[in-house]
C-alpha cells in the first residue's frame, strides 16, 4: 500500500502531465488568434533552487527575446493566484531567466505556472507546470537527496539504455529537494557519437555540435547544460524537486584551481582566467541559483530548511590555492579566510538541529585534487580543516554532517579522533555518493589525518575497471530523512534501481559524541 505522501505525489505527476496541455491561463491575458510560430517557446526544462522558509528561485529559458512569466499557486486548479512576476530573457544570458519570489507561505507545496511572452507583441507561448516545497515553520518530518557527476567521460545520453536513468529513480523518491555535490556538467570532456563497452557492445549518445568539443567559448560552456535538458528524466525530475546547486571542477575543466591551472584562453587585465569567468557565467545563467548578492559569483552559502536543518553550500574550488606538490610546506588553502570564517560563524549561530555541510569533495580521500594529500599530521590545505573542526569543537556545535559526491563511487565514513593523527575534534560522519551519470570508479584510500574509517564502501570492481559504463548499475546518490517528532536522521544509499544499499540511523545529540545506529540490507 503506498504512503499518503507517494500517493499525493502520484497525483500531482498526473496533474502536472494533464495540466501542461489542458489548464486554461487565467490571470495570463493571450491573443486568442496568432501562429505558433510567433509565440515564443521554452527551451529544455523548467527548474526551482535555493527553496527556504519563505522564498524560492524559478528558472526557464526561451529561444528568443522574451519575458517570462510566472505564477504561483498552492492548488492544483490556479483558482486562486498567490503571486506572480516577471522577467526579461535576452541574447546576453542566453534567453534565461531567473525570477525570487519571497513572502510564500512556509510548509506548502507550490504549484508554479512558467510560460514566455513575446516582448513586442505580448503573445504568449506555451505554459508548463512545475512544483516545489517550501521549508516548514515547525518541526515537520524532511526528505532529500544528493548526488553528482553528470555526463562524465563521455557517457551521455543513449535513449536506447535509458537516457538519465538516476533522474527518473530519484523523481520516484519524492524529495522536498534536491542537493547536487557538482559537475552538473563535464566542459572538459566531449560527447561524441559513440563509445565502445567492454562487453563489445556500442553506447551511442544522442550528440550536439558544441557539445563535441572540449568547452573554451562562453556558448560551448552553454552548451553543456543545454545539452542536460535533452534528457527527458532530467526535465522531468528538476520540474518536481528544487536544486541546491554547487560546483566542482568540471564546471570549468578538469582539477583547475584559480593559482594553479594553466588558461590556455589567456587572462583578463585582473590576472583572472578568461576560461573560469566564461564558465562561472555559464553556471550562473543555467543555475536556479540565487543572487547572494556581496560577491559577484559567489557559490557558498546557507540555506535554512525549517527548524530541523541548515544546509551549507560551500565552495572548494573558487578560493583554493595551488599548491600540488608533497614536499611543499605551505600552509595551504580551499576555502579560503573569508570562506572559512563565514562557515565557521554561520555554524556557531545555526538554531538547527542538524547542520548538513554539502561539500563538492571528501575530506579523507586522498587525492592531491582534494583535501587528504596522505597519512600523518595536518599538511598544507588539510591545516583549514583542522581549524574548523577544532572550531567546532570549541563551540560546541553538534549535529553536523558532510555529504559530497565527486568520487564516483559511494561511501559512508566515520571520522575518529582516536583513529586521527590531529585529534582536537569531535567525531562526525560523511557520506559520499555519485555518479549520477557518468563513469564509475573503485574505492579511494583513505588517510589518517582525520580519522575516517570506512563503514560501507561499494563502486567498481578490480576485474571491472575504471570508468565503468553507466549502463552497468553502478551509479548512486544519497536520500536523507529527518524525523520531524524525534529529529532522528536516516541516511541511505542507494544505486540507480532504486535499491537500499546501507543506511544508518544519527540521533541528534546534545552530548559530545553522537548515538548511532547502523542497519544494513
Given at each position: 500500500m503506498a504512503s499518503p505522501r507517494a500517493s499525493r505525489a502520484w497525483t500531482r505527476r498526473q496533474f502536472l502531465v494533464r495540466s501542461a496541455f489542458s489548464l486554461p491561463i487565467a490571470s495570463l491575458a493571450t491573443p486568442s488568434i496568432s501562429r505558433a510560430a510567433d509565440r515564443p517557446q521554452i527551451l529544455g526544462g523548467i527548474q526551482s533552487g535555493d527553496v527556504s522558509d519563505g522564498s524560492a528561485v524559478n528558472w526557464g529559458r526561451a529561444g528568443r527575446p522574451a519575458r517570462m512569466q510566472v505564477e504561483w499557486s498552492t492548488v492544483e486548479s490556479f483558482k486562486s493566484i498567490i503571486a506572480s512576476a516577471s522577467g526579461d530573457a535576452l541574447p546576453d544570458a542566453d534567453f534565461t531567466s531567473k525570477l525570487l519570489l519571497t513572502d510564500l507561505p512556509p510548509g506548502q507545496d507550490i504549484i508554479y505556472r512558467?510560460?514566455?511572452?513575446?516582448?513586442?507583441?505580448?503573445?504568449g507561448g506555451e505554459s508548463r507546470i512545475g512544483h516545489f516545497r517550501t521549508a516548514p515553520a515547525a518541526s515537520h518530518s524532511i526528505s532529500f537527496l544528493w548526488s553528482g557527476d553528470t555526463a562524465g567521460q563521455g557517457w551521455g545520453i543513449d535513449a536506447s539504455?535509458?537516457?538519465y536513468r538516476s533522474y527518473r529513480t530519484m523523481l520516484d523518491n519524492r524529495p522536498d529537494f534536491f542537493v547536487h555535490s557538482g559537475d552538473h556538467i563535464y566542459a572538459d570532456c566531449a560527447i561524441l557519437p559513440e563509445q565502445k563497452l567492454?562487453?563489445?557492445e556500442i553506447w551511442r549518445n544522442i550528440v550536439t555540435e558544441e557539445k563535441s568539443e572540449v568547452a573554451q567559448t562562453l556558448a560551448q560552456f552553454r552548451s553543456n547544460y543545454k545539452y542536460n535538458h535533452l534528457d527527458e528524466h532530467?526535465?522531468?525530475?528538476?520540474?518536481?524537486?528544487?536544486?541546491?546547486?554547487q560546483w566542482d571542477d568540471h564546471e570549468v575543466t578538469n582539477d583547475w584551481s584559480p593559482t594553479g591551472s594553466y588558461?590556455?584562453?589567456g587572462y583578463d587585465d585582473d590576472g583572472t582566467p578568461r576560461l573560469v569567468a566564461r564558465a562561472r557565467r555559464a553556471f550562473f545563467d543555467f543555475m536556479p541559483i540565487r543572487d547572494i548578492g556581496s560577491r559577484q559569483g559567489r557559490v557558498y552559502r546557507k540555506i535554512a530548511y525549517g527548524p530541523l536543518l541548515d544546509v551549507f553550500i560551500i565552495d572548494m574550488r573558487s578560493y583554493r590555492d595551488g599548491t600540488w606538490n608533497k614536499g611543499d610546506d605551505h600552509r595551504g588553502w580551499i576555502l579560503g579566510a573569508e570562506q572559512l570564517a563565514w562557515l565557521k560563524r554561520e555554524l556557531s549561530a545555526s538554531g538547527a538541529t542538524w547542520k548538513v555541510i554539502a561539500a563538492d569533495l571528501?575530506?579523507?580521500?586522498i587525492s592531491l585534487d582534494a583535501v587528504a594529500l596522505g597519512d600523518g599530521p595536518p599538511d598544507r590545505r588539510e591545516h583549514e580543516i583542522a581549524d574548523l573542526l577544532s572550531s567546532i569543537k570549541r563551540a560546541g556545535i553538534r549535529n553536523i554532517v558532510w555529504l559530497t559526491a565527486d568520487m564516483h563511487y559511494t561511501a559512508a565514513h566515520y571520522y575518529d579522533p582516536n583513529k586521527a593523527q590531529f585529534q582536537d575534534f569531535e567525531p562526525f560522519w560523511e557520506f559520499v555518493s555519485g555518479p549520477l551519470?557518468?563513469?564509475?570508479w573503485s574505492p579511494g584510500e583513505l588517510d589518517d589525518t582525520f580519522g575516517p574509517v570506512p563503514m560501507y564502501q561499494h563502486g567498481c570492481s578490480a576485474e571491472q575497471g575504471e570508468n565503468l559504463a553507466p549502463c552497468f548499475g553502478l551509479q548512486f546518490f544519497g536520500r536523507v530523512d529527518i524525523d520531524g517528532t524525534t529529529g532522528v536522521m536516516t541516511v541511505t544509499l542507494k544505486d540507480v534501481d532504486n535499491r537500499d544499499l546501507w543506511s544508518v540511523d544519527l540521533l541528534p545529540q546534545l552530548q559530545m559524541r553522537p548515538a548511532v545506529v547502523a542497519k544494513h540490507s
Open positions: 512558467l510560460r514566455f511572452d513575446d516582448i513586442a507583441t505580448g503573445l539504455r535509458g537516457g567492454p562487453n563489445g532530467f526535465r522531468a525530475f528538476h520540474a518536481e524537486v528544487p536544486m541546491f546547486a588558461d590556455g584562453t571528501p575530506i579523507g580521500l551519470h557518468a563513469g564509475s
